[in-house]
C-alpha cells in the first residue's frame, strides 16, 4: 500500500528533469573475500536522467555505469574483474538501471526497476535517502540522496570463484551497491 502522505516530507521538490553530476555522484560496491573481509569499488556513472513530474511517486530513473571504470585499488584485480570470468567488458562495456515504479512502504521510498549487467536484466529495489535540495553559488538547483541494494551477483552471470583450503569460497555472492548521488535541474 502506497503511503503518499509522506510526499510532504521532500522539502524543495521540484518537477522537471534532473541529470546526474558525474563529478558529484559514486557507485560503490563491496563483496565479502574470502569469507572474512571485504572488498570495495567504485565504479563511474556515466549518465543518469531522472524524469520528476508534480507527483514524486510517478517519477522515472534512467542510468549507466562504465563497468570499464571500476576501481578496487588493486589494478590486477580490476583488470580480472573486466575479463571475461567478470564483466566482459569487451562485450558488455556498460550496465544499466531503468526503474518501473516508486513506492512508499513503511515510510522507505523505494524505487523498483530493471538491472541490466553482463547482458542479464533482473529486478531490483534500491532504498533512497534524499539529502535535500539547494542551490548552488552558481544558481543550480542541486538535489542529494543515497541509495543501497543488494543483489546476487551469479543471478547476473557473474559465476567466477575459487574453493578455499580452509573451506568456503573466495568471493561472497551478495554484492552490496551504494549510490551517492547529486543532480541538477534542467533549465
Do not use: C
Not at 565479502?32 to 513530474?53: C, D, E, N, Q, Y
Not at 571504470?69 to 538501471?97: A, I, Q, W
Not at 547476473?156 to 568456503?168: P, Q
Amino acid at each position: 500500500m502506497t503511503d503518499t502522505t509522506a510526499l510532504t516530507d521532500f522539502p524543495g521538490y521540484k518537477a522537471g528533469t534532473w541529470t546526474l553530476d558525474p563529478s558529484h555522484s559514486e557507485v560503490q560496491f563491496s563483496v565479502r573475500h574470502m569469507m572474512i573481509s571485504k572488498v570495495r569499488g567504485t565504479f563511474g556513472v556515466k549518465s543518469a536522467t531522472l524524469i520528476a513530474p508534480e507527483n514524486p511517486l510517478e517519477a522515472k530513473v534512467e542510468a549507466t555505469v562504465d563497468v570499464a571504470s571500476v576501481d578496487t585499488k588493486d589494478e590486477g584485480r580490476d583488470n580480472h574483474l573486466r575479463s571475461g570470468d567478470f564483466f566482459d567488458v569487451e562485450n558488455y562495456p556498460t550496465m544499466e538501471f531503468r526503474s518501473t515504479g516508486v513506492r512508499i512502504e513503511g515510510g522507505d521510498f523505494l524505487v523498483d526497476g530493471d538491472l541490466t549487467i553482463k547482458g542479464i536484466t533482473k529486478p531490483v529495489t534500491f532504498d533512497f535517502d534524499f539529502g535535500g535540495f539547494g542551490t548552488d553559488p552558481w544558481g543550480n538547483y542541486k538535489a542529494g540522496a543515497t541509495a543501497k541494494a543488494v543483489i546476487n551477483r551469479e543471478d547476473f552471470g557473474l559465476t567466477w570463484n575459487a574453493s578455499l583450503e580452509t573451506g568456503g569460497v573466495l568471493v561472497g555472492k551478495d554484492v552490496t551497491i551504494e549510490l551517492d548521488l547529486q543532480g541538477s535541474l534542467a533549465v
